[in-house]
């Protein structure tokens, strides 16, 4: 059998990467945060020396999306290396665009690969619907730890990481102000996906993100047909 190609969708705050890590540590899949990846990258210190780097940071860290060719690159070639790898993976909140999930008629697309690589039959795209105060809510009181990443919920009261104890800490894109730009981004340049992907006959499933994550892993469990 093809490994499982999964595709995680909602709003900020929604639950993608908690579910995304649900199936790391449950099931073995391989987990390509793009908005990690991107964090990461844009915050290292070779950022300050790339005047590209530095125009997608001011990008990423207003709230916008990243400029989609810029991402389309990123995203393609790392996808590639882990395919190479023949495990189940899982991308939360990616494709973000319509051209970082078609392409154009020079560039191909993520699902043109994704489809290449596993198959359509094969892959899964998982919608997370939450209203948006939910997301409001979620991301302005959620924090994540400052040497793993891991996040804390968005409701925990500690203040050191559950898994390597480091300090926690809020990330410059849970301010309120900047969610609802995100807010707006995803509504306007991400949704338009969800459609196209109907169109072109992929798989789509809509989860109630407004449960609990175990209640939300329970439900994908049974969508992917995992034991």
């Given at each position: 059998?093809?490994?499982?190609?999964?595709?995680?969708y909602g709003q900020p705050g929604s639950g993608k990467g908690t579910q995304a890590e649900l199936l790391v540590r449950i099931h073995n899949f391989i987990n390509f945060d793009t908005g990690r990846y991107l964090e990461k990258e844009l915050h290292s210190p070779e950022a300050n020396k790339s005047q590209l780097l530095i125009k997608e940071k001011k990008l990423f860290e207003?709230?916008?999306l990243n400029t989609p060719s810029f991402v389309l690159n990123i995203v393609k070639r790392e996808t590639k290396k882990l395919a190479a790898l023949k495990e189940n993976i899982v991308w939360s909140g990616s494709p973000r665009t319509l051209y970082e999930a078609f392409g154009d008629k020079k560039n191909k697309g993520l699902m043109q690969l994704l489809t290449q690589i596993f198959g359509k039959e094969n892959i899964y795209i998982i919608f997370l619907k939450v209203?948006?105060?939910?997301?409001?809510?979620?991301?302005s009181t959620r924090k994540v730890c400052?040497?793993?990443?891991?996040?804390?919920?968005a409701k925990s009261k500690n203040l050191t990481c559950s898994l390597c104890d480091g300090k926690l800490t809020k990330r410059v894109l849970d301010k309120p102000e900047v969610i609802k730009i995100r807010i707006q981004e995803f509504e306007k340049r991400t949704l338009p996906i969800i459609k196209k992907l109907?169109?072109?006959?992929?798989?789509?499933?809509?989860v109630n993100g407004e449960l609990k994550p175990f209640q939300i892993y329970n439900q994908i469990k049974k969508i992917l047909k995992l034991e």
């Open positions: 059998m093809k490994p499982k190609a999964v595709i995680i207003s709230g916008k209203k948006p105060q939910t997301s409001i809510q979620r991301n400052s040497v793993c990443g891991l996040q804390a919920l109907k169109e072109s006959k992929f798989k789509i499933y809509q």
